[in-house]
């Protein structure tokens, strides 16, 4: 069963405007990671945030984690066309390396 | 290095055929999943491996499925017999021992007809 739900499902966005993409999960975590899949390909890890983090950055990336909400979000600025790609979110399912994946959102940015 | 490389590509069968899908993990992680990927259910872990060992294989969906890691450079997931529902996008993917950050392959995209 997946753990974790993006919002939105689909996002269309302009060059250089701001995306972003929330992320639900069900159960306490150790860290929460996003990864971007572009279509066709395997999916590559951006970013992880521990647990007892609250606010990540990685060049243009800045990830949020709210664990009394069971909530994180993305926020990719100044977005450029090779953005566009699917972002999921995947949390650790115990102490263990096994990762349970959300639905994923679809960004299409337009140049 | 090469990255988790994993073959066929595209796999096309007929349906009552085996299929074998193949992963060569990066050299050093060790820790491996096998994935499937659908458009219905999203990415799904079929089963993990940790030094070798299947530790985890709780989301193999049935006895058709079995996946073997004989040694830490190579791993199958065989379908036996294979269904068109078991189309799919399956993915293989491998974790060092800091656990941080999966390395994914480029998939093998399965039909059965």
């Known amino acids: 069963s997946q753990q974790g739900e993006e919002d939105p499902q689909a996002l269309s966005i302009q060059e250089g405007e701001n995306a972003t993409m929330n992320c639900s999960y069900k159960?306490?975590?150790?860290?929460l990671q996003w990864y971007r899949q572009n279509s066709g390909r395997g999916l590559v890890h951006l970013i992880l945030?521990?647990?007892?983090?609250r606010e990540k950055h990685s060049g243009r990336l800045r990830v949020t984690l709210d664990t009394s909400k069971k909530s994180s979000s993305l926020l990719i600025t100044a977005s450029r066309a090779a953005d566009t790609a699917s972002y999921f979110c995947?949390?650790?399912?115990?102490?263990?390396?096994?990762?349970?994946f959300g639905t994923g959102t679809r960004l299409q940015v337009f140049p | 290095d090469a990255g988790v490389i994993q073959s066929p590509r595209h796999e096309v069968t007929e349906m009552g055929q085996e299929v074998t899908l193949r992963c060569k993990p990066i050299?050093?992680?060790?820790?491996l999943f096998w994935y499937r990927q659908t458009m219905m259910r999203g990415l799904e872990l079929l089963i993990y491996?940790?030094?070798?060992?299947?530790?985890?294989d709780s989301g193999m969906p049935e006895d058709r499925f079995s996946a073997k890691m004989p040694n830490a450079s190579f791993s199958t997931l065989k379908i036996q017999p294979s269904e068109p529902r078991d189309s799919a996008v399956y993915f293989c993917?491998?974790?060092?021992?800091?656990?941080?950050?999966?390395?994914f392959g480029s998939g093998t995209r399965l039909t059965v007809v």
């Open positions: 995947a949390t650790d399912a115990g102490n263990t390396d096994k990762l349970i």
């Open positions: 159960t306490s975590i150790n860290n």
């Open positions: 945030i521990r647990s007892n983090e």
């Open positions: 050299s050093g992680h060790n820790s």
């Open positions: 491996f940790n030094n070798n060992v299947p530790i985890d």
């Open positions: 993917a491998t974790v060092d021992q800091g656990g941080y950050g999966y390395t």
